[in-house]
């Protein structure tokens, strides 16, 4: 049974930092992608970041590149998200997925396990 728990949400002020951690069991994540979607209040679930277990590509949406980076340590099978300078439109609840090896990652509909997710909230 694959599992993603996700941890290290919280609140934290404009200009801050936040690193997020998704911890993965129940299947090979080696021949899969690894995601971070986030949902605001009242708004469609929007891709964040992604990365290809095995190469290690990655992958990120337009509103955090150069501010949030993507990693995985595969002995742990953790995957995380560095975010800095944090803005309140990064306030949201963030998901973690988990997607077919060689799906479009950007899309919500290629990932097939998702976590409860862990609420962000960035006040100004």
């Known amino acids: 049974q694959v599992q993603l728990v996700e941890s290290g949400g919280g609140l934290v002020q404009a200009g801050g930092s936040l690193r997020l951690s998704c911890a993965a069991s129940g299947r090979t994540f080696s021949s899969y992608a690894m995601g971070w979607f986030r949902q605001a209040p009242g708004q469609e679930r929007e891709f964040v970041a992604a990365i290809r277990w095995s190469s290690g590509s990655t992958y990120y949406a337009d509103s955090v590149t150069g501010r949030f980076t993507i990693s995985r340590d595969n002995a742990k099978n953790m995957v995380y998200l560095q975010m800095n300078s944090l803005k309140p439109e990064d306030t949201a609840v963030y998901y973690c997925?988990?997607?077919?090896?060689?799906?479009?990652?950007?899309?919500?509909?290629?990932?097939?396990?998702w976590g409860q997710g862990t609420q962000v909230t960035v006040s100004s």
């Open positions: 997925a988990t997607a077919g090896r060689s799906a479009p990652v950007r899309v919500a509909r290629s990932y097939d396990y």
